[in-house]
């Protein structure tokens, strides 16, 4: 009698232990759901992030990450999903093309021509045009007489 | 010694004009990037124009699998904006879905657009009001975005020429919707 009581309750804890197992499988974990969301814009705020809102809308979409990755989704695959599904303005940092990749290229090249100007600038302040050059500024309007100037000197 | 102080010069005021060139050109080419990321569609500005096409997907639940509204031309179709999360759009669901049915025989056609939302939710909450009219997901925003909608719950009521008879931003009375309905459905094409 003991020892079948003994079984039944042995049985029991072993479902019971099962079932857990079954449901932490199931549920991803809350980090990596913030982790995913943290990767994404509230879709009805402005500049507020998926991980830190709490709107119903990022509550349903925080949801919709656990569901997608419950059902075997990499991150990569989440995101995908978001980007496809509501537009790739959800991301945190939309793909690189389009206007967006002109939004990318333009400040680095103006900071590469604003870089190079400078330094073209500095290079100009620290070799001084020679005196007898008559200064930038005198150079194109005094440009016929310092030639007339070097044709009489070679005449002389 | 003269001419190669002469040549420096006219070297280095090269420069300078190919920088300033550069220069202007960045300038232009941002200030038209900007222009294109900030210029907004105000969806009333599209009253009287004609209405953008758009090929949706519909949720499972229905027959059909897709809906066009270049097929719907010489009806009369009502372009709902709405979302599970919108607490106004439960004001006009069940309303929309009575209009629906009020008029359904007489060549009017509703489409739900679904925005910004997750089909879980969107399924339950079409439960709860029993919508039965064509209802699916907006894919990318992307027709949220050609209407200008300036969120949900908006409603377009297109004639039976396709144009954009009125734009209805927030929850539609039943007397304005009858009204609406009742002058477009008389309306010849």
Same mark, same amino acid.
């Given at each position: 009698?003991?020892?079948?009581?003994?079984?039944?309750?042995?049985?029991?804890?072993?479902?019971?232990?099962?079932?857990?197992?079954?449901?932490?499988?199931?549920?991803?974990?809350?980090?990596?759901?913030?982790?995913?969301?943290?990767?994404?814009?509230?879709?009805?705020?402005?500049?507020?992030?998926?991980?830190?809102?709490?709107?119903?809308?990022?509550?349903?979409?925080?949801?919709?990450?656990?569901?997608?990755?419950?059902?075997?989704?990499?991150?990569?695959?989440?995101?995908?999903?978001?980007?496809?599904?509501?537009?790739?303005?959800?991301?945190?940092?939309?793909?690189?093309?389009?206007?967006?990749?002109?939004?990318?290229?333009?400040?680095?090249?103006?900071?590469?021509?604003?870089?190079?100007?400078?330094?073209?600038?500095?290079?100009?302040?620290?070799?001084?045009?020679?005196?007898?050059?008559?200064?930038?500024?005198?150079?194109?309007?005094?440009?016929?007489?310092?030639?007339?100037?070097?044709?009489?000197?070679?005449?002389? | 010694?003269?001419?190669?102080?002469?040549?420096?010069?006219?070297?280095?005021?090269?420069?300078?004009?190919?920088?300033?060139?550069?220069?202007?050109?960045?300038?232009?080419?941002?200030? !038209?990037? @900007?222009?294109?990321?900030?210029?907004?569609?105000? %969806?009333?500005?599209?009253? $009287?124009? #004609?209405?953008?096409?758009?090929?949706?997907?519909?949720?499972?639940?229905?027959?059909?699998?897709?809906?066009?509204?270049?097929?719907?031309?010489?009806?009369?179709?009502?372009?709902?904006?709405?979302?599970?999360?919108?607490?106004?759009?439960?004001?006009?669901?069940?309303?929309?879905?009575?209009?629906?049915?009020?008029?359904?025989?007489?060549?009017?056609?509703?489409?739900?657009?679904?925005?910004?939302?997750?089909?879980?939710?969107?399924? !339950?909450? @079409?439960?709860?009001?029993?919508?039965?009219?064509? %209802?699916?997901?907006?894919? $990318?925003? #992307?027709?949220?975005?050609?209407?200008?909608?300036?969120?949900?719950?908006?409603?377009?009521?297109?004639?039976?020429?396709?144009?954009?008879?009125?734009?209805?931003?927030?929850?539609?009375?039943?007397?304005?919707?009858?009204?609406?309905?009742?002058?477009?459905?008389?309306?010849?094409?």
């Amino acid at each position: 009698m003991l020892v079948k009581r003994i079984l039944i309750f042995s049985s029991l804890i072993i479902i019971f232990l099962f079932s857990v197992q079954a449901t932490l499988a199931q549920e991803p974990d809350y980090d990596r759901v913030n982790q995913i969301a943290k990767n994404m814009n509230c879709p009805t705020c402005v500049g507020v992030n998926l991980a830190d809102c709490r709107t119903q809308t990022c509550e349903q979409w925080r949801g919709q990450i656990q569901d997608l990755l419950a059902q075997g989704y990499s991150d990569q695959e989440v995101l995908d999903y978001f980007a496809n599904q509501y537009g790739t303005q959800v991301l945190l940092e939309p793909p690189k093309e389009g206007s967006t990749l002109l939004l990318w290229v333009l400040p680095v090249a103006a900071l590469l021509i604003g870089g190079g100007w400078v330094v073209y600038l500095l290079r100009r302040w620290k070799k001084p045009v020679p005196a007898a050059a008559g200064g930038p500024a005198a150079a194109p309007a005094a440009d016929d007489y310092l030639k007339q100037v070097e044709k009489d000197l070679e005449a002389h | 010694m003269m001419e190669q102080a002469v040549a420096q010069q006219k070297q280095s005021s090269l420069g300078k004009k190919v920088f300033l060139i550069f220069g202007l050109v960045l300038l232009v080419g941002w200030v !038209v990037v @900007m222009i294109v990321n900030l210029q907004s569609l105000e %969806s009333t500005e599209l009253e $009287g124009q #004609k209405a953008p096409e758009f090929t949706m997907p519909l949720f499972d639940q229905f027959e059909e699998k897709e809906i066009s509204l270049a097929e719907l031309r010489g009806q009369v179709v009502v372009i709902n904006f709405w979302a599970s999360w919108c607490v106004e759009c439960y004001k006009e669901a069940a309303l929309l879905e009575q209009a629906w049915k009020d008029y359904k025989d007489q060549g009017v056609v509703f489409i739900g657009v679904d925005y910004l939302d997750t089909e879980k939710e969107a399924l !339950v909450y @079409m439960q709860q009001y029993g919508i039965t009219y064509p %209802s699916g997901p907006d894919l $990318g925003s #992307k027709i949220s975005r050609d209407y200008g909608i300036t969120g949900v719950p908006e409603t377009f009521f297109l004639d039976k020429n396709g144009n954009i008879a009125h734009v209805k931003i927030g929850p539609v009375e039943k007397a304005e919707l009858y009204d609406l309905l009742d002058k477009l459905v008389a309306q010849g094409t």
